[in-house]
């Protein structure tokens, strides 16, 4: 029996229930702080008892270079890890792709081995998956998507014991103020660029440490390498934004805008490129008013739809990174007056909210095309590593971490230090052999 004193799997325990406090208290007061942790918790035990219960006698496992855990079974669907996924094999390497189940599937499955160390119960389940995880697959490097997942100080406990490595590969720029952004219990955490790292150091709470490392974007390849278009294209492709948003007010206004200069520029043509995971349904319903707009098929990538347009319109998007790494001009039009998260009044212009601003921007970006693009190239650097080459440069430093070395980087601790601070021997886990 492992000595308590030094049951490094029950701290991580004691850490996460600070973390998860102070997260609560940062947006609720203390009963509605202590009434969401009773939930929590009531829920986190539920499956840890029946997990005890689940578990799996053995793991016929396999072994892999590259696990590559994405958030959930649809997020597969979507392939915004393909061309990563084609690049790791190209050169050779193995890559399983899978994704978080839901307690329940975990459960029925029995993916779940009794943690090397006593864990609380209430978080048995997570350990017990994350333990499964590792031993099943077996993984020299384990690829991580989700942001905020409670299952990642476990899954790094459980990887660094059998000398793998936890890395997280940022989907976004980390300039957003989800509270998922406050994990930072990884091995490397892999960042597109500089506001990535900026924002991240200024966030009040962050659990566990990290090594930031300057990737790039890995959904970023030489396809997004193209000349300004040409202005008399007359061509604005409009960035959607998510689902969630396009049900809130200010953006609808937003769209209404947007449909309203379309109507009465009929010598332009809109394009719409829909986030995702969007049904796109007042862009469709536009298109059939206006025949000069028209929504982009599901398939059209962003690369082809930015080599079509001469001027970008975004809103609330990541997108906009990869518009202005396309050298195309880009207008922030949003009538909301949500916070600028990507500090685009700073490089691209003043945000526009009203017919006649979006009216006198467009015509002045026709009248000084290059101007605007020299903006958006600034604009792009400061997000965005490695430009183009974010894709190569990814597969380049995950060779890297293969062969055992350590990529440049920079140490992302634990604020406050008290929440999954440096492990004992200050070390970022185990080098590969």
Sequence with gaps: MHSVSINPWAAKCRALDRYRWR??????????????????????????????????????????????????????????????????????????????PEPGEILRQRQL???????????????????????????????????????????????????????????ATTVEGSRRLGMNDYDYYFLFGQSSIEALRQRPLRFGHSHAVLSGSHMVDLAYDMPPAEPAARTLLVLGVGPDKEKERGYLATYALLKEWASGHPDYRVLIKAHPRSQATFWQQAAAELPNLQVLPSGCSLAEALRQASVVVNIMSNAVIEAALAHRPVIYVNVAGTQDIFEQERFLGARVSDLHALSERVAAIAGNYSAYVERSVAFAEHHLSHGCKGLSNTLDLLQQLLAGMRPESILLPASPPDLGGPYRDGAVGPLLS
Excluded at 52 to 72: H, N, P, T, V, Y
Excluded at 130 to 135: K, S, T, Y
Excluded at 158 to 168: S, T, Y
Aim: proline share 6%; aromatic share 10%; net charge positive.
């Design 113 to 171: 081995r009794k943690p090397p160390y006593p864990v609380p119960i209430r978080y048995f389940g997570m350990a017990a998956y994350a333990e499964w995880l590792a031993e099943h697959y077996r993984p020299r490097i384990l690829l991580n998507d989700r942001n905020g997942s409670l299952y990642v100080p476990f899954l790094r406990l459980a990887l660094n014991a059998r000398g793998a490595l936890l890395v997280h590969l940022a989907h």
């Design 23 to 100: 997260l609560l208290r940062q947006h609720h007061g203390l009963p509605g702080s202590c009434l969401r942790v009773l939930r929590a918790a009531l829920v986190d035990f539920a499956f840890g008892v029946r997990a005890r219960w689940r578990l799996a006698s053995a793991s016929d496992g396999q072994s892999c270079d590259f696990l590559l855990l994405q958030a959930a079974p649809k997020v597969i669907r979507l392939q915004r890890k393909k061309m990563l996924i084609e690049g790791v094999r190209a050169r050779g390497f193995s890559l399983v792709e899978t994704a978080l």
